[in-house]
Structures are given as C-alpha cells and as structure tokens.
Nanobody, 124 residues
Framework: QVQLVESGGGLVQAGGSLRVSCQVSGRTFSSYAMGWFRQAPGKEREFVAAISRSGGSTYYRNSLKGRFTISRDNAKNTVYLQMNSLKPEDTAVYYC?????????????????WGQGTQVTVSS
C-alpha cells in the first residue's frame, strides 16, 4: 500500500513564500512520477506541477511558471513544491499524487495514488 502524506501548508500573506512537502511510503519512491494538484473552494481540481521519476523533467501550469518550483529527493522519498510570490488566488487545498512510470502527466485521472491534501491560504 502506497501512502502519501502532505505537510507544510498554512496561512501566508500575499507576496510571501511557502514550501509544501509530500512524503511517500510503501513502495520504491523512485518508481513514481509525481504531481501536485490543487482545488479551491467551488472549483475543480487543477494541475499545478509534475516531475519525472529521476527529477530530470519538470512540468508546470503555464500561469504558475516562474513562481512555483517542483523538486524531489529520492533519498528522502519526498517531493516538494516551493511557492513564491503567493497570491490570494493560490488559496486551495494542495494534493500530491503518484503515477507509476517514468513520465508524469497533467491529467489527474492517470495518477495512481493521492495524499489527503494540505491547506494553503494566502491572505491579501
């Protein structure tokens, strides 16, 4: 059984930074491409960023490029999302997801495992 546990969410002022983490247990972490998604109240879940198994390839939602950075540490079984210059519209529950295979995808339905999410709230 693969488990994903997010942490690091919280309340931050607009313009601030936050890093959320997702620790994976239960199977070899390096077997999985990883993704971050988010869901704001009343909205559908949307793709944020993704990273390949090795960490050599990363993908971002176009509107977030330059502000968000995804990374992973395979020795620590952890994927990170560094969020800078945060805006109130970034307020959402952030979820990490794992997909067996080399390359990630922006399509949430293709991920195999999900975490419970961590709340990020950006105040104006």
């Amino acid at each position: 059984q693969v488990q994903l546990v997010e942490s690091g969410g919280g309340l931050v002022q607009a313009g601030g930074s936050l890093r959320v983490s997702c620790q994976v247990s239960g199977r070899t972490f390096s077997s999985y491409a990883m993704g971050w998604f988010r869901q704001a109240p009343g909205k559908e879940r949307e793709f944020v960023a993704a990273i390949s198994r090795s960490g050599g390839s990363t993908y971002y939602r176009n509107s977030l490029k330059g502000r968000f950075t995804i990374s992973r540490d395979n020795a620590k079984n952890t994927v990170y999302l560094q969020m800078n210059s945060l805006k109130p519209e970034d307020t959402a529950v952030y979820y990490c997801a794992a997909k067996l295979g080399v390359e990630p995808t922006t399509t949430s339905d293709l991920y195999d495992y999900w975490g419970q999410g961590t709340q990020v709230t950006v105040s104006s």
